[in-house]
């Protein structure tokens, strides 16, 4: 997994601040470690928008103004449920050998004949997994294949397969949780919508 370097400040946790440093184009953010003092900190709110959207995970290396730097990752995000933009961020520290869970992009490859031959439309149930392990041995993205879907079909965490990843991490989540389905296409599920109270 590719690690990204983010620049952060430290801040003080007042309610009043974090308001002020919105204002001024940061988003206010704690650093913590099991066992260790979480930290307050700020870091930009156009850096870290382009590594959240992003479609792929990175580790981040936090670089303090001292020259001081962590390796961490992103644990949790708070938005605004008006604009959507970013307004908290929990950035989780790790040692090298370090059992962690972290959230990884699922992506996906392959031409499945419910797509292909039936027409269908690939519904994604799931946008990220959640993997345990340590985190030189997470993926930026978890690929799953689709090739084998037909019209009607849906995966589930229970079917996904760990190729390379296997021994290296666990999926988490209720194994019985959709990932992705292939649905009809709309025009067949309206129509099949207005047959049924026919033949009632």
Not at 19 to 46: N, Q
Not at 162 to 167: D, F, H
Request: net charge negative; proline share 5%; with cysteine.
């Amino acid at each position: 997994m590719e690690t990204r370097a983010l620049s952060v400040n430290i801040r003080e946790a007042k309610k009043k601040e974090a308001e002020k440093l919105r204002r001024a184009g940061r988003v206010p953010a704690v650093v913590y470690h099991k066992g260790e003092e979480t930290v307050s900190i700020s870091v930009d709110e156009m850096a870290l928008t382009k590594l959240v959207h992003s479609a792929e995970s990175h580790l981040i290396d936090l670089q303090y103004p001292d020259g001081k730097s962590t390796r961490s990752f992103i644990k949790d995000l708070q938005f605004d449920p008006v604009s959507d933009r970013v307004i908290h961020a929990d950035f989780q520290l790790f040692s090298a050998d370090e059992v962690v869970e972290m959230e990884v992009p699922t992506h996906f490859e392959g031409e499945c004949p419910g797509i292909k031959i039936g027409g269908g439309k690939l519904q994604v149930n799931l946008h990220a997994v959640t993997l345990k392990g340590k985190p030189e041995d997470m993926p930026e993205h978890f690929t799953i294949d689709i090739s084998s879907l037909e019209l009607g079909h849906t995966l589930h965490i229970r079917d996904l397969k760990l190729g390379a990843l296997e021994g290296k991490v666990t999926i988490l989540g209720d194994i019985d949780a959709p990932v992705v389905s292939i649905i009809a296409p709309r025009k067949e599920v309206e129509a099949a919508a207005e047959e049924a109270p026919a033949q009632a």
